[in-house]
């Protein structure tokens, strides 16, 4: 009995305590359609024991019951997903909403805070100076060998067609460094 007391009161208080916590994201939350979710598991639960492949079929199915713009709960953390271009857009095109994930926190020892980890201003900043690199007029120069570099890629992921699977991403990583150094093989590394 003392324990059964001693579970709720403890449920109780860290229950109160992460309302409090994340009374703001759970209001923002509201305005957004989405899943049921667990508390403290958010929509996590949904996502044990599915594939790269099942996630994505997941999240279509998503977009068609919830519309273009819809919550997903990873833990406590509330993730607003949307194919909604405007709104990608107005997102993208400020620094007020360029916070990173708290995974990109983990990445800190290892990249500092270059481009993809560091934010406001220091993002602003850094973006301005590598986006002139990306200009349509550098990468017209380039349009050959992606297009090569494409079709060889192609070419074989259709041998591993009849096998039930395959890294993908050996391919694509191997093609896509194949590219930056301008060569047509794609099978450097494989």
């Known amino acids: 009995m003392v324990l059964v007391i001693l579970l709720i009161s403890l449920t109780t208080i860290i229950s109160v305590f992460l309302y409090l916590k994340f009374a703001r994201m759970l209001q923002l939350g509201k305005a ?3 899943p049921l979710n667990l508390p403290l ?46 709104d990608i857009e107005v997102v993208l095109g400020t620094t007020k909403f360029n916070d990173k994930a708290t995974l990109y926190k983990t990445m800190i020892p290892w990249l500092n805070e270059g481009l993809l980890i560091s934010r406001g201003k220091k993002w602003f900043k850094r973006r301005k100076i590598i986006t002139p690199a990306f200009h349509f007029k550098i990468l017209e120069q380039f349009i050959e060998v992606f297009d ?5 890629l192609v070419e074989q992921l259709r041998t591993q067609i009849d096998k039930e ?4 991403y050996s391919f694509v990583s191997t093609c896509t ?13 494989i």
């Open 165 to 168: 699977a395959f890294d993908f």
């Open 41 to 86: 598991f958010g929509h996590g639960l949904h996502l044990i024991g599915k594939s790269p492949h099942e996630y994505l079929l997941m999240l279509t199915d998503y977009i068609k019951i919830y519309g273009n713009t819809f919550k997903v709960w990873m833990g406590p953390e509330l993730n607003i997903l949307t194919i909604d271009l405007k």
């Open 148 to 152: 090569q570099g494409g079709i060889k």
């Open 32 to 34: 957004f359609k989405g």
């Open 177 to 189: 460094l194949d590219i930056i150094c301008g060569k047509y093989e794609c099978n450097t590394l």
